[in-house]
């Protein structure tokens, strides 16, 4: 721990305005990582009342199957708007987070008296290898999250496909 002999020898004032664009950069990272959870809980409701629609599309009032086609097209539409979210989440809040991050890192890095939270997060990616595991572990998410509703799709599609084609 470097800092603290910095911090003795440091500007007061200067030392104040850092320390405001510091918590200024906390709270916007606060702000854009709440967006990424409230979209994907979104993700997740809407995989949800994606087969809430199929499971109220197959059975009818007698409790036969039917609708296979119908639950094929609404299956595939639940997997292009998770996919809209995930472009969303991923290509805008996610990297307006990196921007505001990457910001906090070089005014810790320009100013030695600032503690380091962001340059020891930092460290833990370098360790891995990864420049950025955390977009790599939401892809995953919304691959899977994505994944679900095409293969069942694809099932509902075939079932159609062998009940229209015998």
């Known amino acids: 721990m470097a800092y603290p002999s910095d911090l003795q020898n440091a500007d007061k ?8 664009v510091v918590q ?24 949800l009342a994606t087969f809430a629609a199929v499971g109220y599309l197959l059975f009818d009032k007698e ?6 086609g119908v639950s094929a097209i609404v299956c595939f539409a639940g997997a292009f ?5 995930w472009n969303l989440d991923l290509n805008v809040y996610h990297r307006l987070l990196v921007a505001v991050f990457t910001e906090g890192h070089e005014l810790e890095k320009h ?3 600032l503690p380091k939270f ?18 790599k572990r939401l892809t995953r998410y919304y691959v899977g999250t994505a994944s679900v509703p095409v293969l069942a799709g694809l099932f509902f599609l075939g079932w159609w496909l062998r009940l229209i084609c015998p």
């Open 81 to 85: 708007g998770i996919g809209l979210i």
């Open 111 to 113: 100013f030695t008296f």
């Open 24 to 47: 200024e950069c906390g709270e916007e990272e606060r702000h854009f990582n709440q967006l990424q959870s409230v979209y994907r809980g979104v993700a997740s409701t809407w995989l």
């Open 118 to 135: 962001r340059t020891n997060m930092f460290e833990v990616g370098r360790k891995t290898g990864d420049r950025d595991p955390i977009r």
């Open 63 to 68: 409790g036969k199957l039917s609708h296979p």
């Open 13 to 20: 004032d200067l030392f104040d305005r850092a320390w405001r």
